[in-house]
């Protein structure tokens, strides 16, 4: 049995005049795993994502329902919900959650359902190297909520949140302005060769759902670290001295 802590992340993607822009945060300095990195929101998967799913009739759906809930903590956006709400409104979310109430519970106060299948999984990840925690994480697609949404970043546990251009988000890590973890790094890579939501969905549609599990491999006299060809990837290595920061 795989001692891996299941986890999910989404990607919400709202198609703009200027181009596509996805909803990431950057973590704060004092978290544990991806400190101070650029991510996209996610986290672990808990007991009561679980019930939750299972309440909807998807039982083994919990990833989505984590998806969802930790992009409402983490950003006061509000993806993947039965109608149409305000920012406003993501916002009391948000702070509810944040101050401990159960989402189920908070969704039913105001007469909000989880759309599961609004969320498409693309990848799956599992890096296996010698950290504290390894997270098999479950990567999904979502478009963003109709109408303006201004992020709010999590207090605590993220200092911003803003959305942005995968293309933008990779110069500023190529640059230095930011930093992201090896999975983030590839996964921008392959959202910045689309150019809107439908062919996003499509490569998430084609493309295998088999774990993903990077390797050290040497190449040309250096360490590299790796992943499978023909997942959807522009990039597949990385020498492994700026494989978790760029």
């Not at 916002?91 to 969704?107: C, E, R």
């Not at 504290?132 to 994480?137: E, G």
Request: aromatic share 6%; charged share 25%.
């Amino acid at each position: 049995m795989s001692d891996a802590i299941p986890a999910a992340t989404l990607v919400v993607w709202r198609d703009d005049a200027r181009g596509p822009e996805i909803l990431v945060v950057q973590r704060s300095d004092r978290m544990a795993f991806a400190a101070g990195a650029i991510v996209f929101p996610g986290g672990r998967v808990d007991e009561a994502d679980g019930a939750l799913a299972a309440a909807l009739g998807r039982p083994d759906e919990a990833a989505k329902v984590t998806a969802v809930r930790e992009t409402i903590e983490e950003t006061g956006v509000v993806p993947a919900i039965s109608r149409p709400i305000g920012a406003a409104l993501g916002l009391q979310l948000q702070s509810a959650l944040n101050s401990g109430a159960d989402f189920s519970t908070l969704l039913d106060r105001h007469g909000l359902t989880l759309d599961l299948d609004a969320l498409t999984p693309f990848a799956r990840w599992m890096p296996a190297f010698k950290q504290p925690r390894k997270f098999d994480t479950l990567f999904y697609l979502a478009a963003a909520p109709a109408g303006p949404w201004t992020p709010r970043p999590q207090e605590g546990e993220c200092v911003a949140a803003e959305w942005a251009s995968p293309t933008a988000l990779l110069d500023r890590i190529e640059s230095g302005n930011a930093s992201a973890i090896f999975p983030t790094k590839r996964n921008l890579e392959r959202l910045a060769q689309h150019g809107d939501f439908d062919t996003m969905l499509e490569d998430a549609r084609t493309h295998s759902l088999e774990t993903i599990i990077p390797w050290v491999e040497e190449m040309d006299g250096e360490p590299h670290v790796r992943i499978p060809e023909g997942r959807g990837y522009p990039v597949i290595s990385e020498p492994l001295a700026t494989a978790f920061r760029a």
